[in-house]
Nanobody
Framework: QVQLVESGGGLVQPGGSLRLSCVVS????????MSWYRQAPGKERELVATITSGGSTNYADSVKGRFTISRANAKNMGYLQMNSLKPEDTAVYYC???????????WGKGTLVTVSS
């Protein structure tokens, strides 16, 4: 069984920073792409950033230049460094991993990020 667990969310003031972490555990052969999604109240879940197994990255326009996605393959971990946070970044952030051995996506339960003064 594969599990993804996010951590690092919390309350931060506008302009502040947070670093989210995601650990993938279980029977893992290899992790292909890892992504972060977010869902704000009353809105649909949206893709924030993706990183491939080779390290290529892609970002939503709304977070480019402020967020950085990274991963530590040896630890089966992914990260999202969020800087210059804005109130509109408030959302539940979800980690997603595509596992080649199973041919499917797996999701964490999410971590809440609240940006407010």
């Amino acid at each position: 069984q594969v599990q993804l667990v996010e951590s690092g969310g919390g309350l931060v003031q506008p302009g502040g920073s947070l670093r989210l972490s995601c650990v993938v555990s279980g029977s893992i052969f290899s992790i292909d792409a890892m992504s972060w999604y977010r869902q704000a109240p009353g809105k649909e879940r949206e893709l924030v950033a993706t990183i491939t197994s080779g390290g290529s990255t892609n970002y939503a326009d709304s977070v480019k230049g402020r967020f950085t996605i990274s991963r530590a393959n040896a630890k089966n971990m992914g990260y999202l460094q969020m800087n210059s946070l804005k109130p509109e970044d408030t959302a539940v952030y979800y980690c997603n991993a595509y596992l080649q051995g199973y041919g499917k996506d797996y999701w964490g339960k999410g971590t809440l990020v609240t940006v407010s003064s």
